[in-house]
């Protein structure tokens, strides 16, 4: 039996993902060229009606571009909503409106793009063409990232997860929570112990806060215990978890799954099950972060993975637009 001793935790650099700057750049970029350089251009300049839509179209993608990378906490901290939002009873896993609208902006960019090329340049319409479906994949996208937000879909796949009503359950990579509180409710007596860097630099303190705020709300504070750690280097002894769980941590790892899947197999007692959700490529992925979504890792790759690990697949299955495989360890190990 042995412990190991967990990598320090890197500090959060802010608010903003770096991501998120990027789109918020962009569509500054793109409201900009939207209101002062289209409007100038002959074909649209004669047209009150275009004239007057693209400036209020440019308007719009800039406004919320600046929204995205920090005009919504100016104006919270003028308005003092922090404070209100603070006594409020939702739950909040940090999904800020970079994630829930960033591909919102893009489409509608896109759209009033298309537009202007199909009035200042008629033979370009293969470039219109390519622009509206562009707007149409974009506003796909947006649409799955926001219903992915929703707190209605804190829920996990029905599948054959736990060996008893008291299981210890590990949650690895539990952020701000969302897993955890979809275990603890599943759980009638169990615990929960949700393992995290807290680094994460798109949430304040790498959303440890929000975590212990979350719990608080669903009553489930006593039942779960929280560990500073990387899912690489884990901080428990061999065998000490009945089951584990984790989504959208394996798959951000950067090269390093077969390190974290190992370690959940040393951490899982013999018939332990771990549930993995992960994005793996596929239209609905394609909509939400296009050409990007061909380098994520595949299903066969991730059963290799599993395999080569020590696990045994048991089930598979899409979720919330996300592929879930149930691994066990023998019960021999």
């Known amino acids: 039996m042995h412990a190991?001793?967990?990598?320090?935790?890197r500090r959060a650099h802010g608010h903003a993902h770096g991501h998120m700057w990027l789109i918020g750049v962009a569509g500054m970029a793109a409201g900009l060229l939207l209101m002062v350089y289209v409007p100038s251009m002959t074909a649209i300049s004669q047209s009150l009606l275009l004239l007057a839509g693209f400036h209020v179209v440019g308007g719009l993608v800039l406004l919320a571009s600046l929204y995205v990378v920090g005009l919504r906490d100016f104006l919270r901290h003028l308005t003092g909503a922090d404070?209100?939002?603070?006594?409020?009873?939702?739950?909040?896993?940090?999904?800020?409106?970079?994630?829930?609208?960033?591909l919102a902006i893009a489409a509608l960019a896109s759209a009033a793009?298309?537009?202007?090329?199909?009035?200042a340049f008629p033979p370009a319409w293969p470039a219109a063409a390519a622009l509206w479906m562009a707007s149409v994949v974009f506003m796909a996208g947006n649409t799955i990232m926001?219903?992915?937000g929703r707190v209605d879909h804190v829920v996990l796949p029905m599948v054959d997860l736990l060996s008893g009503e008291e299981d210890l359950v590990l949650d690895a990579g539990c952020g701000a929570g969302r897993t955890t509180i979809a275990l603890g409710r599943a759980?009638?007596?169990?615990?929960?112990?949700?393992?995290?860097?807290?680094d994460a630099n798109y949430i304040a303190d790498g959303g440890r806060a929000l975590l212990d705020r979350?719990?608080?709300?669903?009553?489930?504070?006593?039942r779960v215990t929280v560990e500073v750690g990387d899912v690489t280097s884990m901080p428990f002894d061999d065998g000490r978890f009945d089951a584990a769980v984790s989504a959208h941590v394996y798959d951000h790892l950067g090269g390093r799954e077969s390190a974290a899947l190992a370690?959940?197999?040393?951490?899982?007692?013999p018939g332990g099950r771990f549930l993995m959700i992960v994005w793996v490529p596929g239209w609905a992925m394609f909509a939400v972060a296009n050409v990007f979504s061909l380098f994520l890792t595949g299903k066969a790759d991730?059963?290799?993975?599993?395999r080569a690990a020590g696990f045994e697949t048991l089930d598979e299955g899409m979720f919330n637009n996300a592929w879930f495989i149930l691994l066990a360890k023998s019960k021999a190990m």
């Open 4 to 9: 190991k001793t967990p990598p320090a935790p």
């Open 83 to 102: 404070r209100r939002a603070a006594r409020a009873t939702r739950l909040n896993f940090g999904w800020g409106p970079g994630w829930m609208n960033g």
């Open 113 to 119: 793009a298309a537009v202007a090329a199909n009035v």
């Open 146 to 148: 926001r219903g992915a």
């Open 187 to 198: 759980l009638r007596s169990g615990r929960v112990v949700g393992l995290d860097r807290f």
């Open 214 to 222: 979350n719990l608080e709300i669903a009553g489930l504070a006593d």
């Open 263 to 269: 370690e959940t197999l040393r951490v899982l007692k």
């Open 302 to 306: 991730w059963r290799k993975k599993a």
